[in-house]
């Protein structure tokens, strides 16, 4: 398994706290619940989240129907975050 923490090279939930100009700057996000490849970490609130100095990585990823995961983590190079259905997905997502 690749061990490095895949980064989020682009996200488009501008409204999300940890968001500036389309980077996430949280620490690690979470993704995926049983349904799919959801941003768990997404938060909208009246602060700005993380630090704009790093670039997000996916900590940990609970999609185990995409063909990236292994031992539910994310083992793609990289990753993009999008809005589906009102909610923040991973764009990486590719079904096994
Ligand atoms: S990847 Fe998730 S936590 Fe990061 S900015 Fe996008 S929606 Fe927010
Ligand atoms: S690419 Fe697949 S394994 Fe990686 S974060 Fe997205 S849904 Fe999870």
Avoid: Q, W
Avoid at 30 to 40: N, P, R, V
Avoid at 58 to 73: H, I, M, R, W, Y
């Amino acid at each position: 398994m690749n061990m490095s923490m895949p980064k989020i090279s682009n996200c488009e939930v501008t409204d999300c706290s940890y968001n500036s100009n389309k980077k996430c700057h949280a620490m690690a996000i979470t993704i995926g619940d049983s349904s799919c490849a959801m941003c768990d970490t997404f938060a909208r609130m009246n602060k700005k989240g993380g630090n704009p100095a790093i670039i997000a990585g996916v900590g940990a990823c609970k999609s185990d129907n995409c063909k990236f995961n292994d031992a539910l983590e994310c083992t793609a190079s990289n990753v993009i975050v999008g809005m589906h259905s009102n909610h923040a997905d991973c764009k990486t997502f590719a079904a096994r």
